[in-house]
């Protein structure tokens, strides 16, 4: 593709709603535009929106398109280019989302889970560029994980890809629908932070956590994080028990895979710097046997735009195919 | 390289013996040798021993070398081509074994660490092949692990080697060499299970392992398994505690890497039999949302020969590159 007339289009498809940008072959961001995808309304409906959203990034951009990708809230069956998925998108069960496009624009079409795409985007231009392997490590809802290595996704056996976020932590932690217990995301995800409040503004009558407006049923992990910069003690407790428990995660992750950069990203890791310090005394004992010194941890760079960037990557490679 | 004219040269060279074989390009083993490097008489007198049996080697097979391979026992400085192992080659400290070998026969030679050597020849040849990831998994004196992708060896960051099997499974586990408590290694190793074995000894004194000739001092992890085989019930207790930690292990290799293939090997591996039923009940319940079911669990083929064929793999590779 010749870089100055075609631009890759990025469409990130999520819950609630879709964005889509022109994006050069360097990874620029030209434009972009979101819409509510208003899934209730049929997939029908929901794929006027895309199409129209595209229309209008490509004709500000004023530049043609050479492939378009999407990342999208899964499950996903990429071979087919469906989205299956009842829970996100009501009503969107088994659609055909690359064939449409690909017609109606006359350009190859790449589709990719939300997580996927979004480590792609990172490691392309944001905190993972220029490192051979990176770990894409995302703990909000749940807990997720991408490796690419040499910019390309890992892919698991089905093509499938795994779930980083279940590695296993603690024989003795709550049980998870992962079908085991004690994995990373029943520990550190958000309504498992949830959970701990609540125990502990029932235990701890007089604290920070019980006094919060709602407590205990409605506390959530940010108030964990909000009572521990105002000095709580109990909410200090728990999120240096959080912090353990994302370190044994992350040394897991080093001894395993022993990666270039992990890239930090999701609601509960925006208080990473609450965790930080025992989080990285925690990474330092393991430097007798591996380098992870060496290895670069730090917060994602892309942001907002990580999976649109990354479906524009995800269509550059199919280009390259 | 032609086939029919050349062969690969596989050397494996271990703390005691070095072996020598000659592979060809399908990874077929013509013939092979070994000998003892006598590592207390210097580099200078194991590099004649090596020299010696790659020639009776070559003439033996009655065809040209096309590469030299070597897999060694670490640590290894790989880009400098040296071994640099004061502990199970003492005086071979900083030695180049690349640089004479490759003088003396004209031919390109690879350098790889023992255990990567071993998961090549398995993904070549053995349990591995045709898989598109495979992840050798060793328990033995130590715990050991490779991600092969693609057919080539997963490196990290710096191209060090990761450390798979010190994944940690229990925070209250026991202390490790490797800076943390509770990894695979401090809990079904083979020195650990010998621990485990003494203080189950010392705890029921009309046990079986009790009665092992020099209990509690000189149990290891055999009389455990053999005890278990006996119908011992504090022997059978350890095995299934010894299955529970290597299928958390497991579920956590399959969660973050979900490969096609595991392939297992090792002294403690060898009575995988009396653990497969355990392993495969704990994997099974992660299907829910990974598809470990399709993931090939297996035992190693290339047995004592792994290593020289991974070594003759690597070979084939540098003259692909």
Known sequence: MTPEKNILIGIDI???????????AQGELLNWRDAKIEADRGPDFGLNVIVDLVENVVTEAGLS????????TGPLDRERGCIQN?????????????????ERFGVPVALENDADAASL???????????????????GTGVGFALI???????GVNREHPEGGHILIDPEGPECYCGTNGCLESLVAGPALAAFARSAAQENPGSYLSGVPGAPENLEARDIF??????????????????????????????????????????????????????????????????AGNVHLQMSK????A???????????LLEK
């Open 149 to 155: 290595k040499d910019g390309e996704i890992h892919r």
């Open 65 to 72: 398109v050479a492939a378009l990708g999407i990342g999208s």
């Open 226 to 291: 909000e009572g521990a910069r105002m000095g709580d003690g109990v909410c200090l407790e728990l999120v240096d028990q959080t912090a353990g428990y994302i370190a044994r995660g992350l040394i897991s992750i080093l001894m395993m895979i022993l990666p270039e950069a992990i890239v930090l990203t999701g609601g509960v890791l925006r208080s990473f710097d609450l965790m930080e310090k025992r989080i990285r005394l925690e990474l330092k004992k393991v430097d007798i046997i591996i380098p």
């Open 121 to 139: 985007g990172e490691a392309w231009v944001g905190a993972g560029r220029g490192f051979k392997s990176m770990v894409m490590f995302t703990i």
């Open 86 to 102: 009842p829970y996100t998108l009501p009503g969107w069960e088994d659609v055909d989302i690359v064939t449409p496009l690909r």
């Open 307 to 317: 999976g649109l960037l990354g479906a524009a990557r995800a269509a550059q490679l």
């Open 14 to 24: 999520g819950g609630t709603n879709v964005r889509a940008g022109a994006v050069t």
């Open 302 to 305: 892309t942001g907002q735009h």
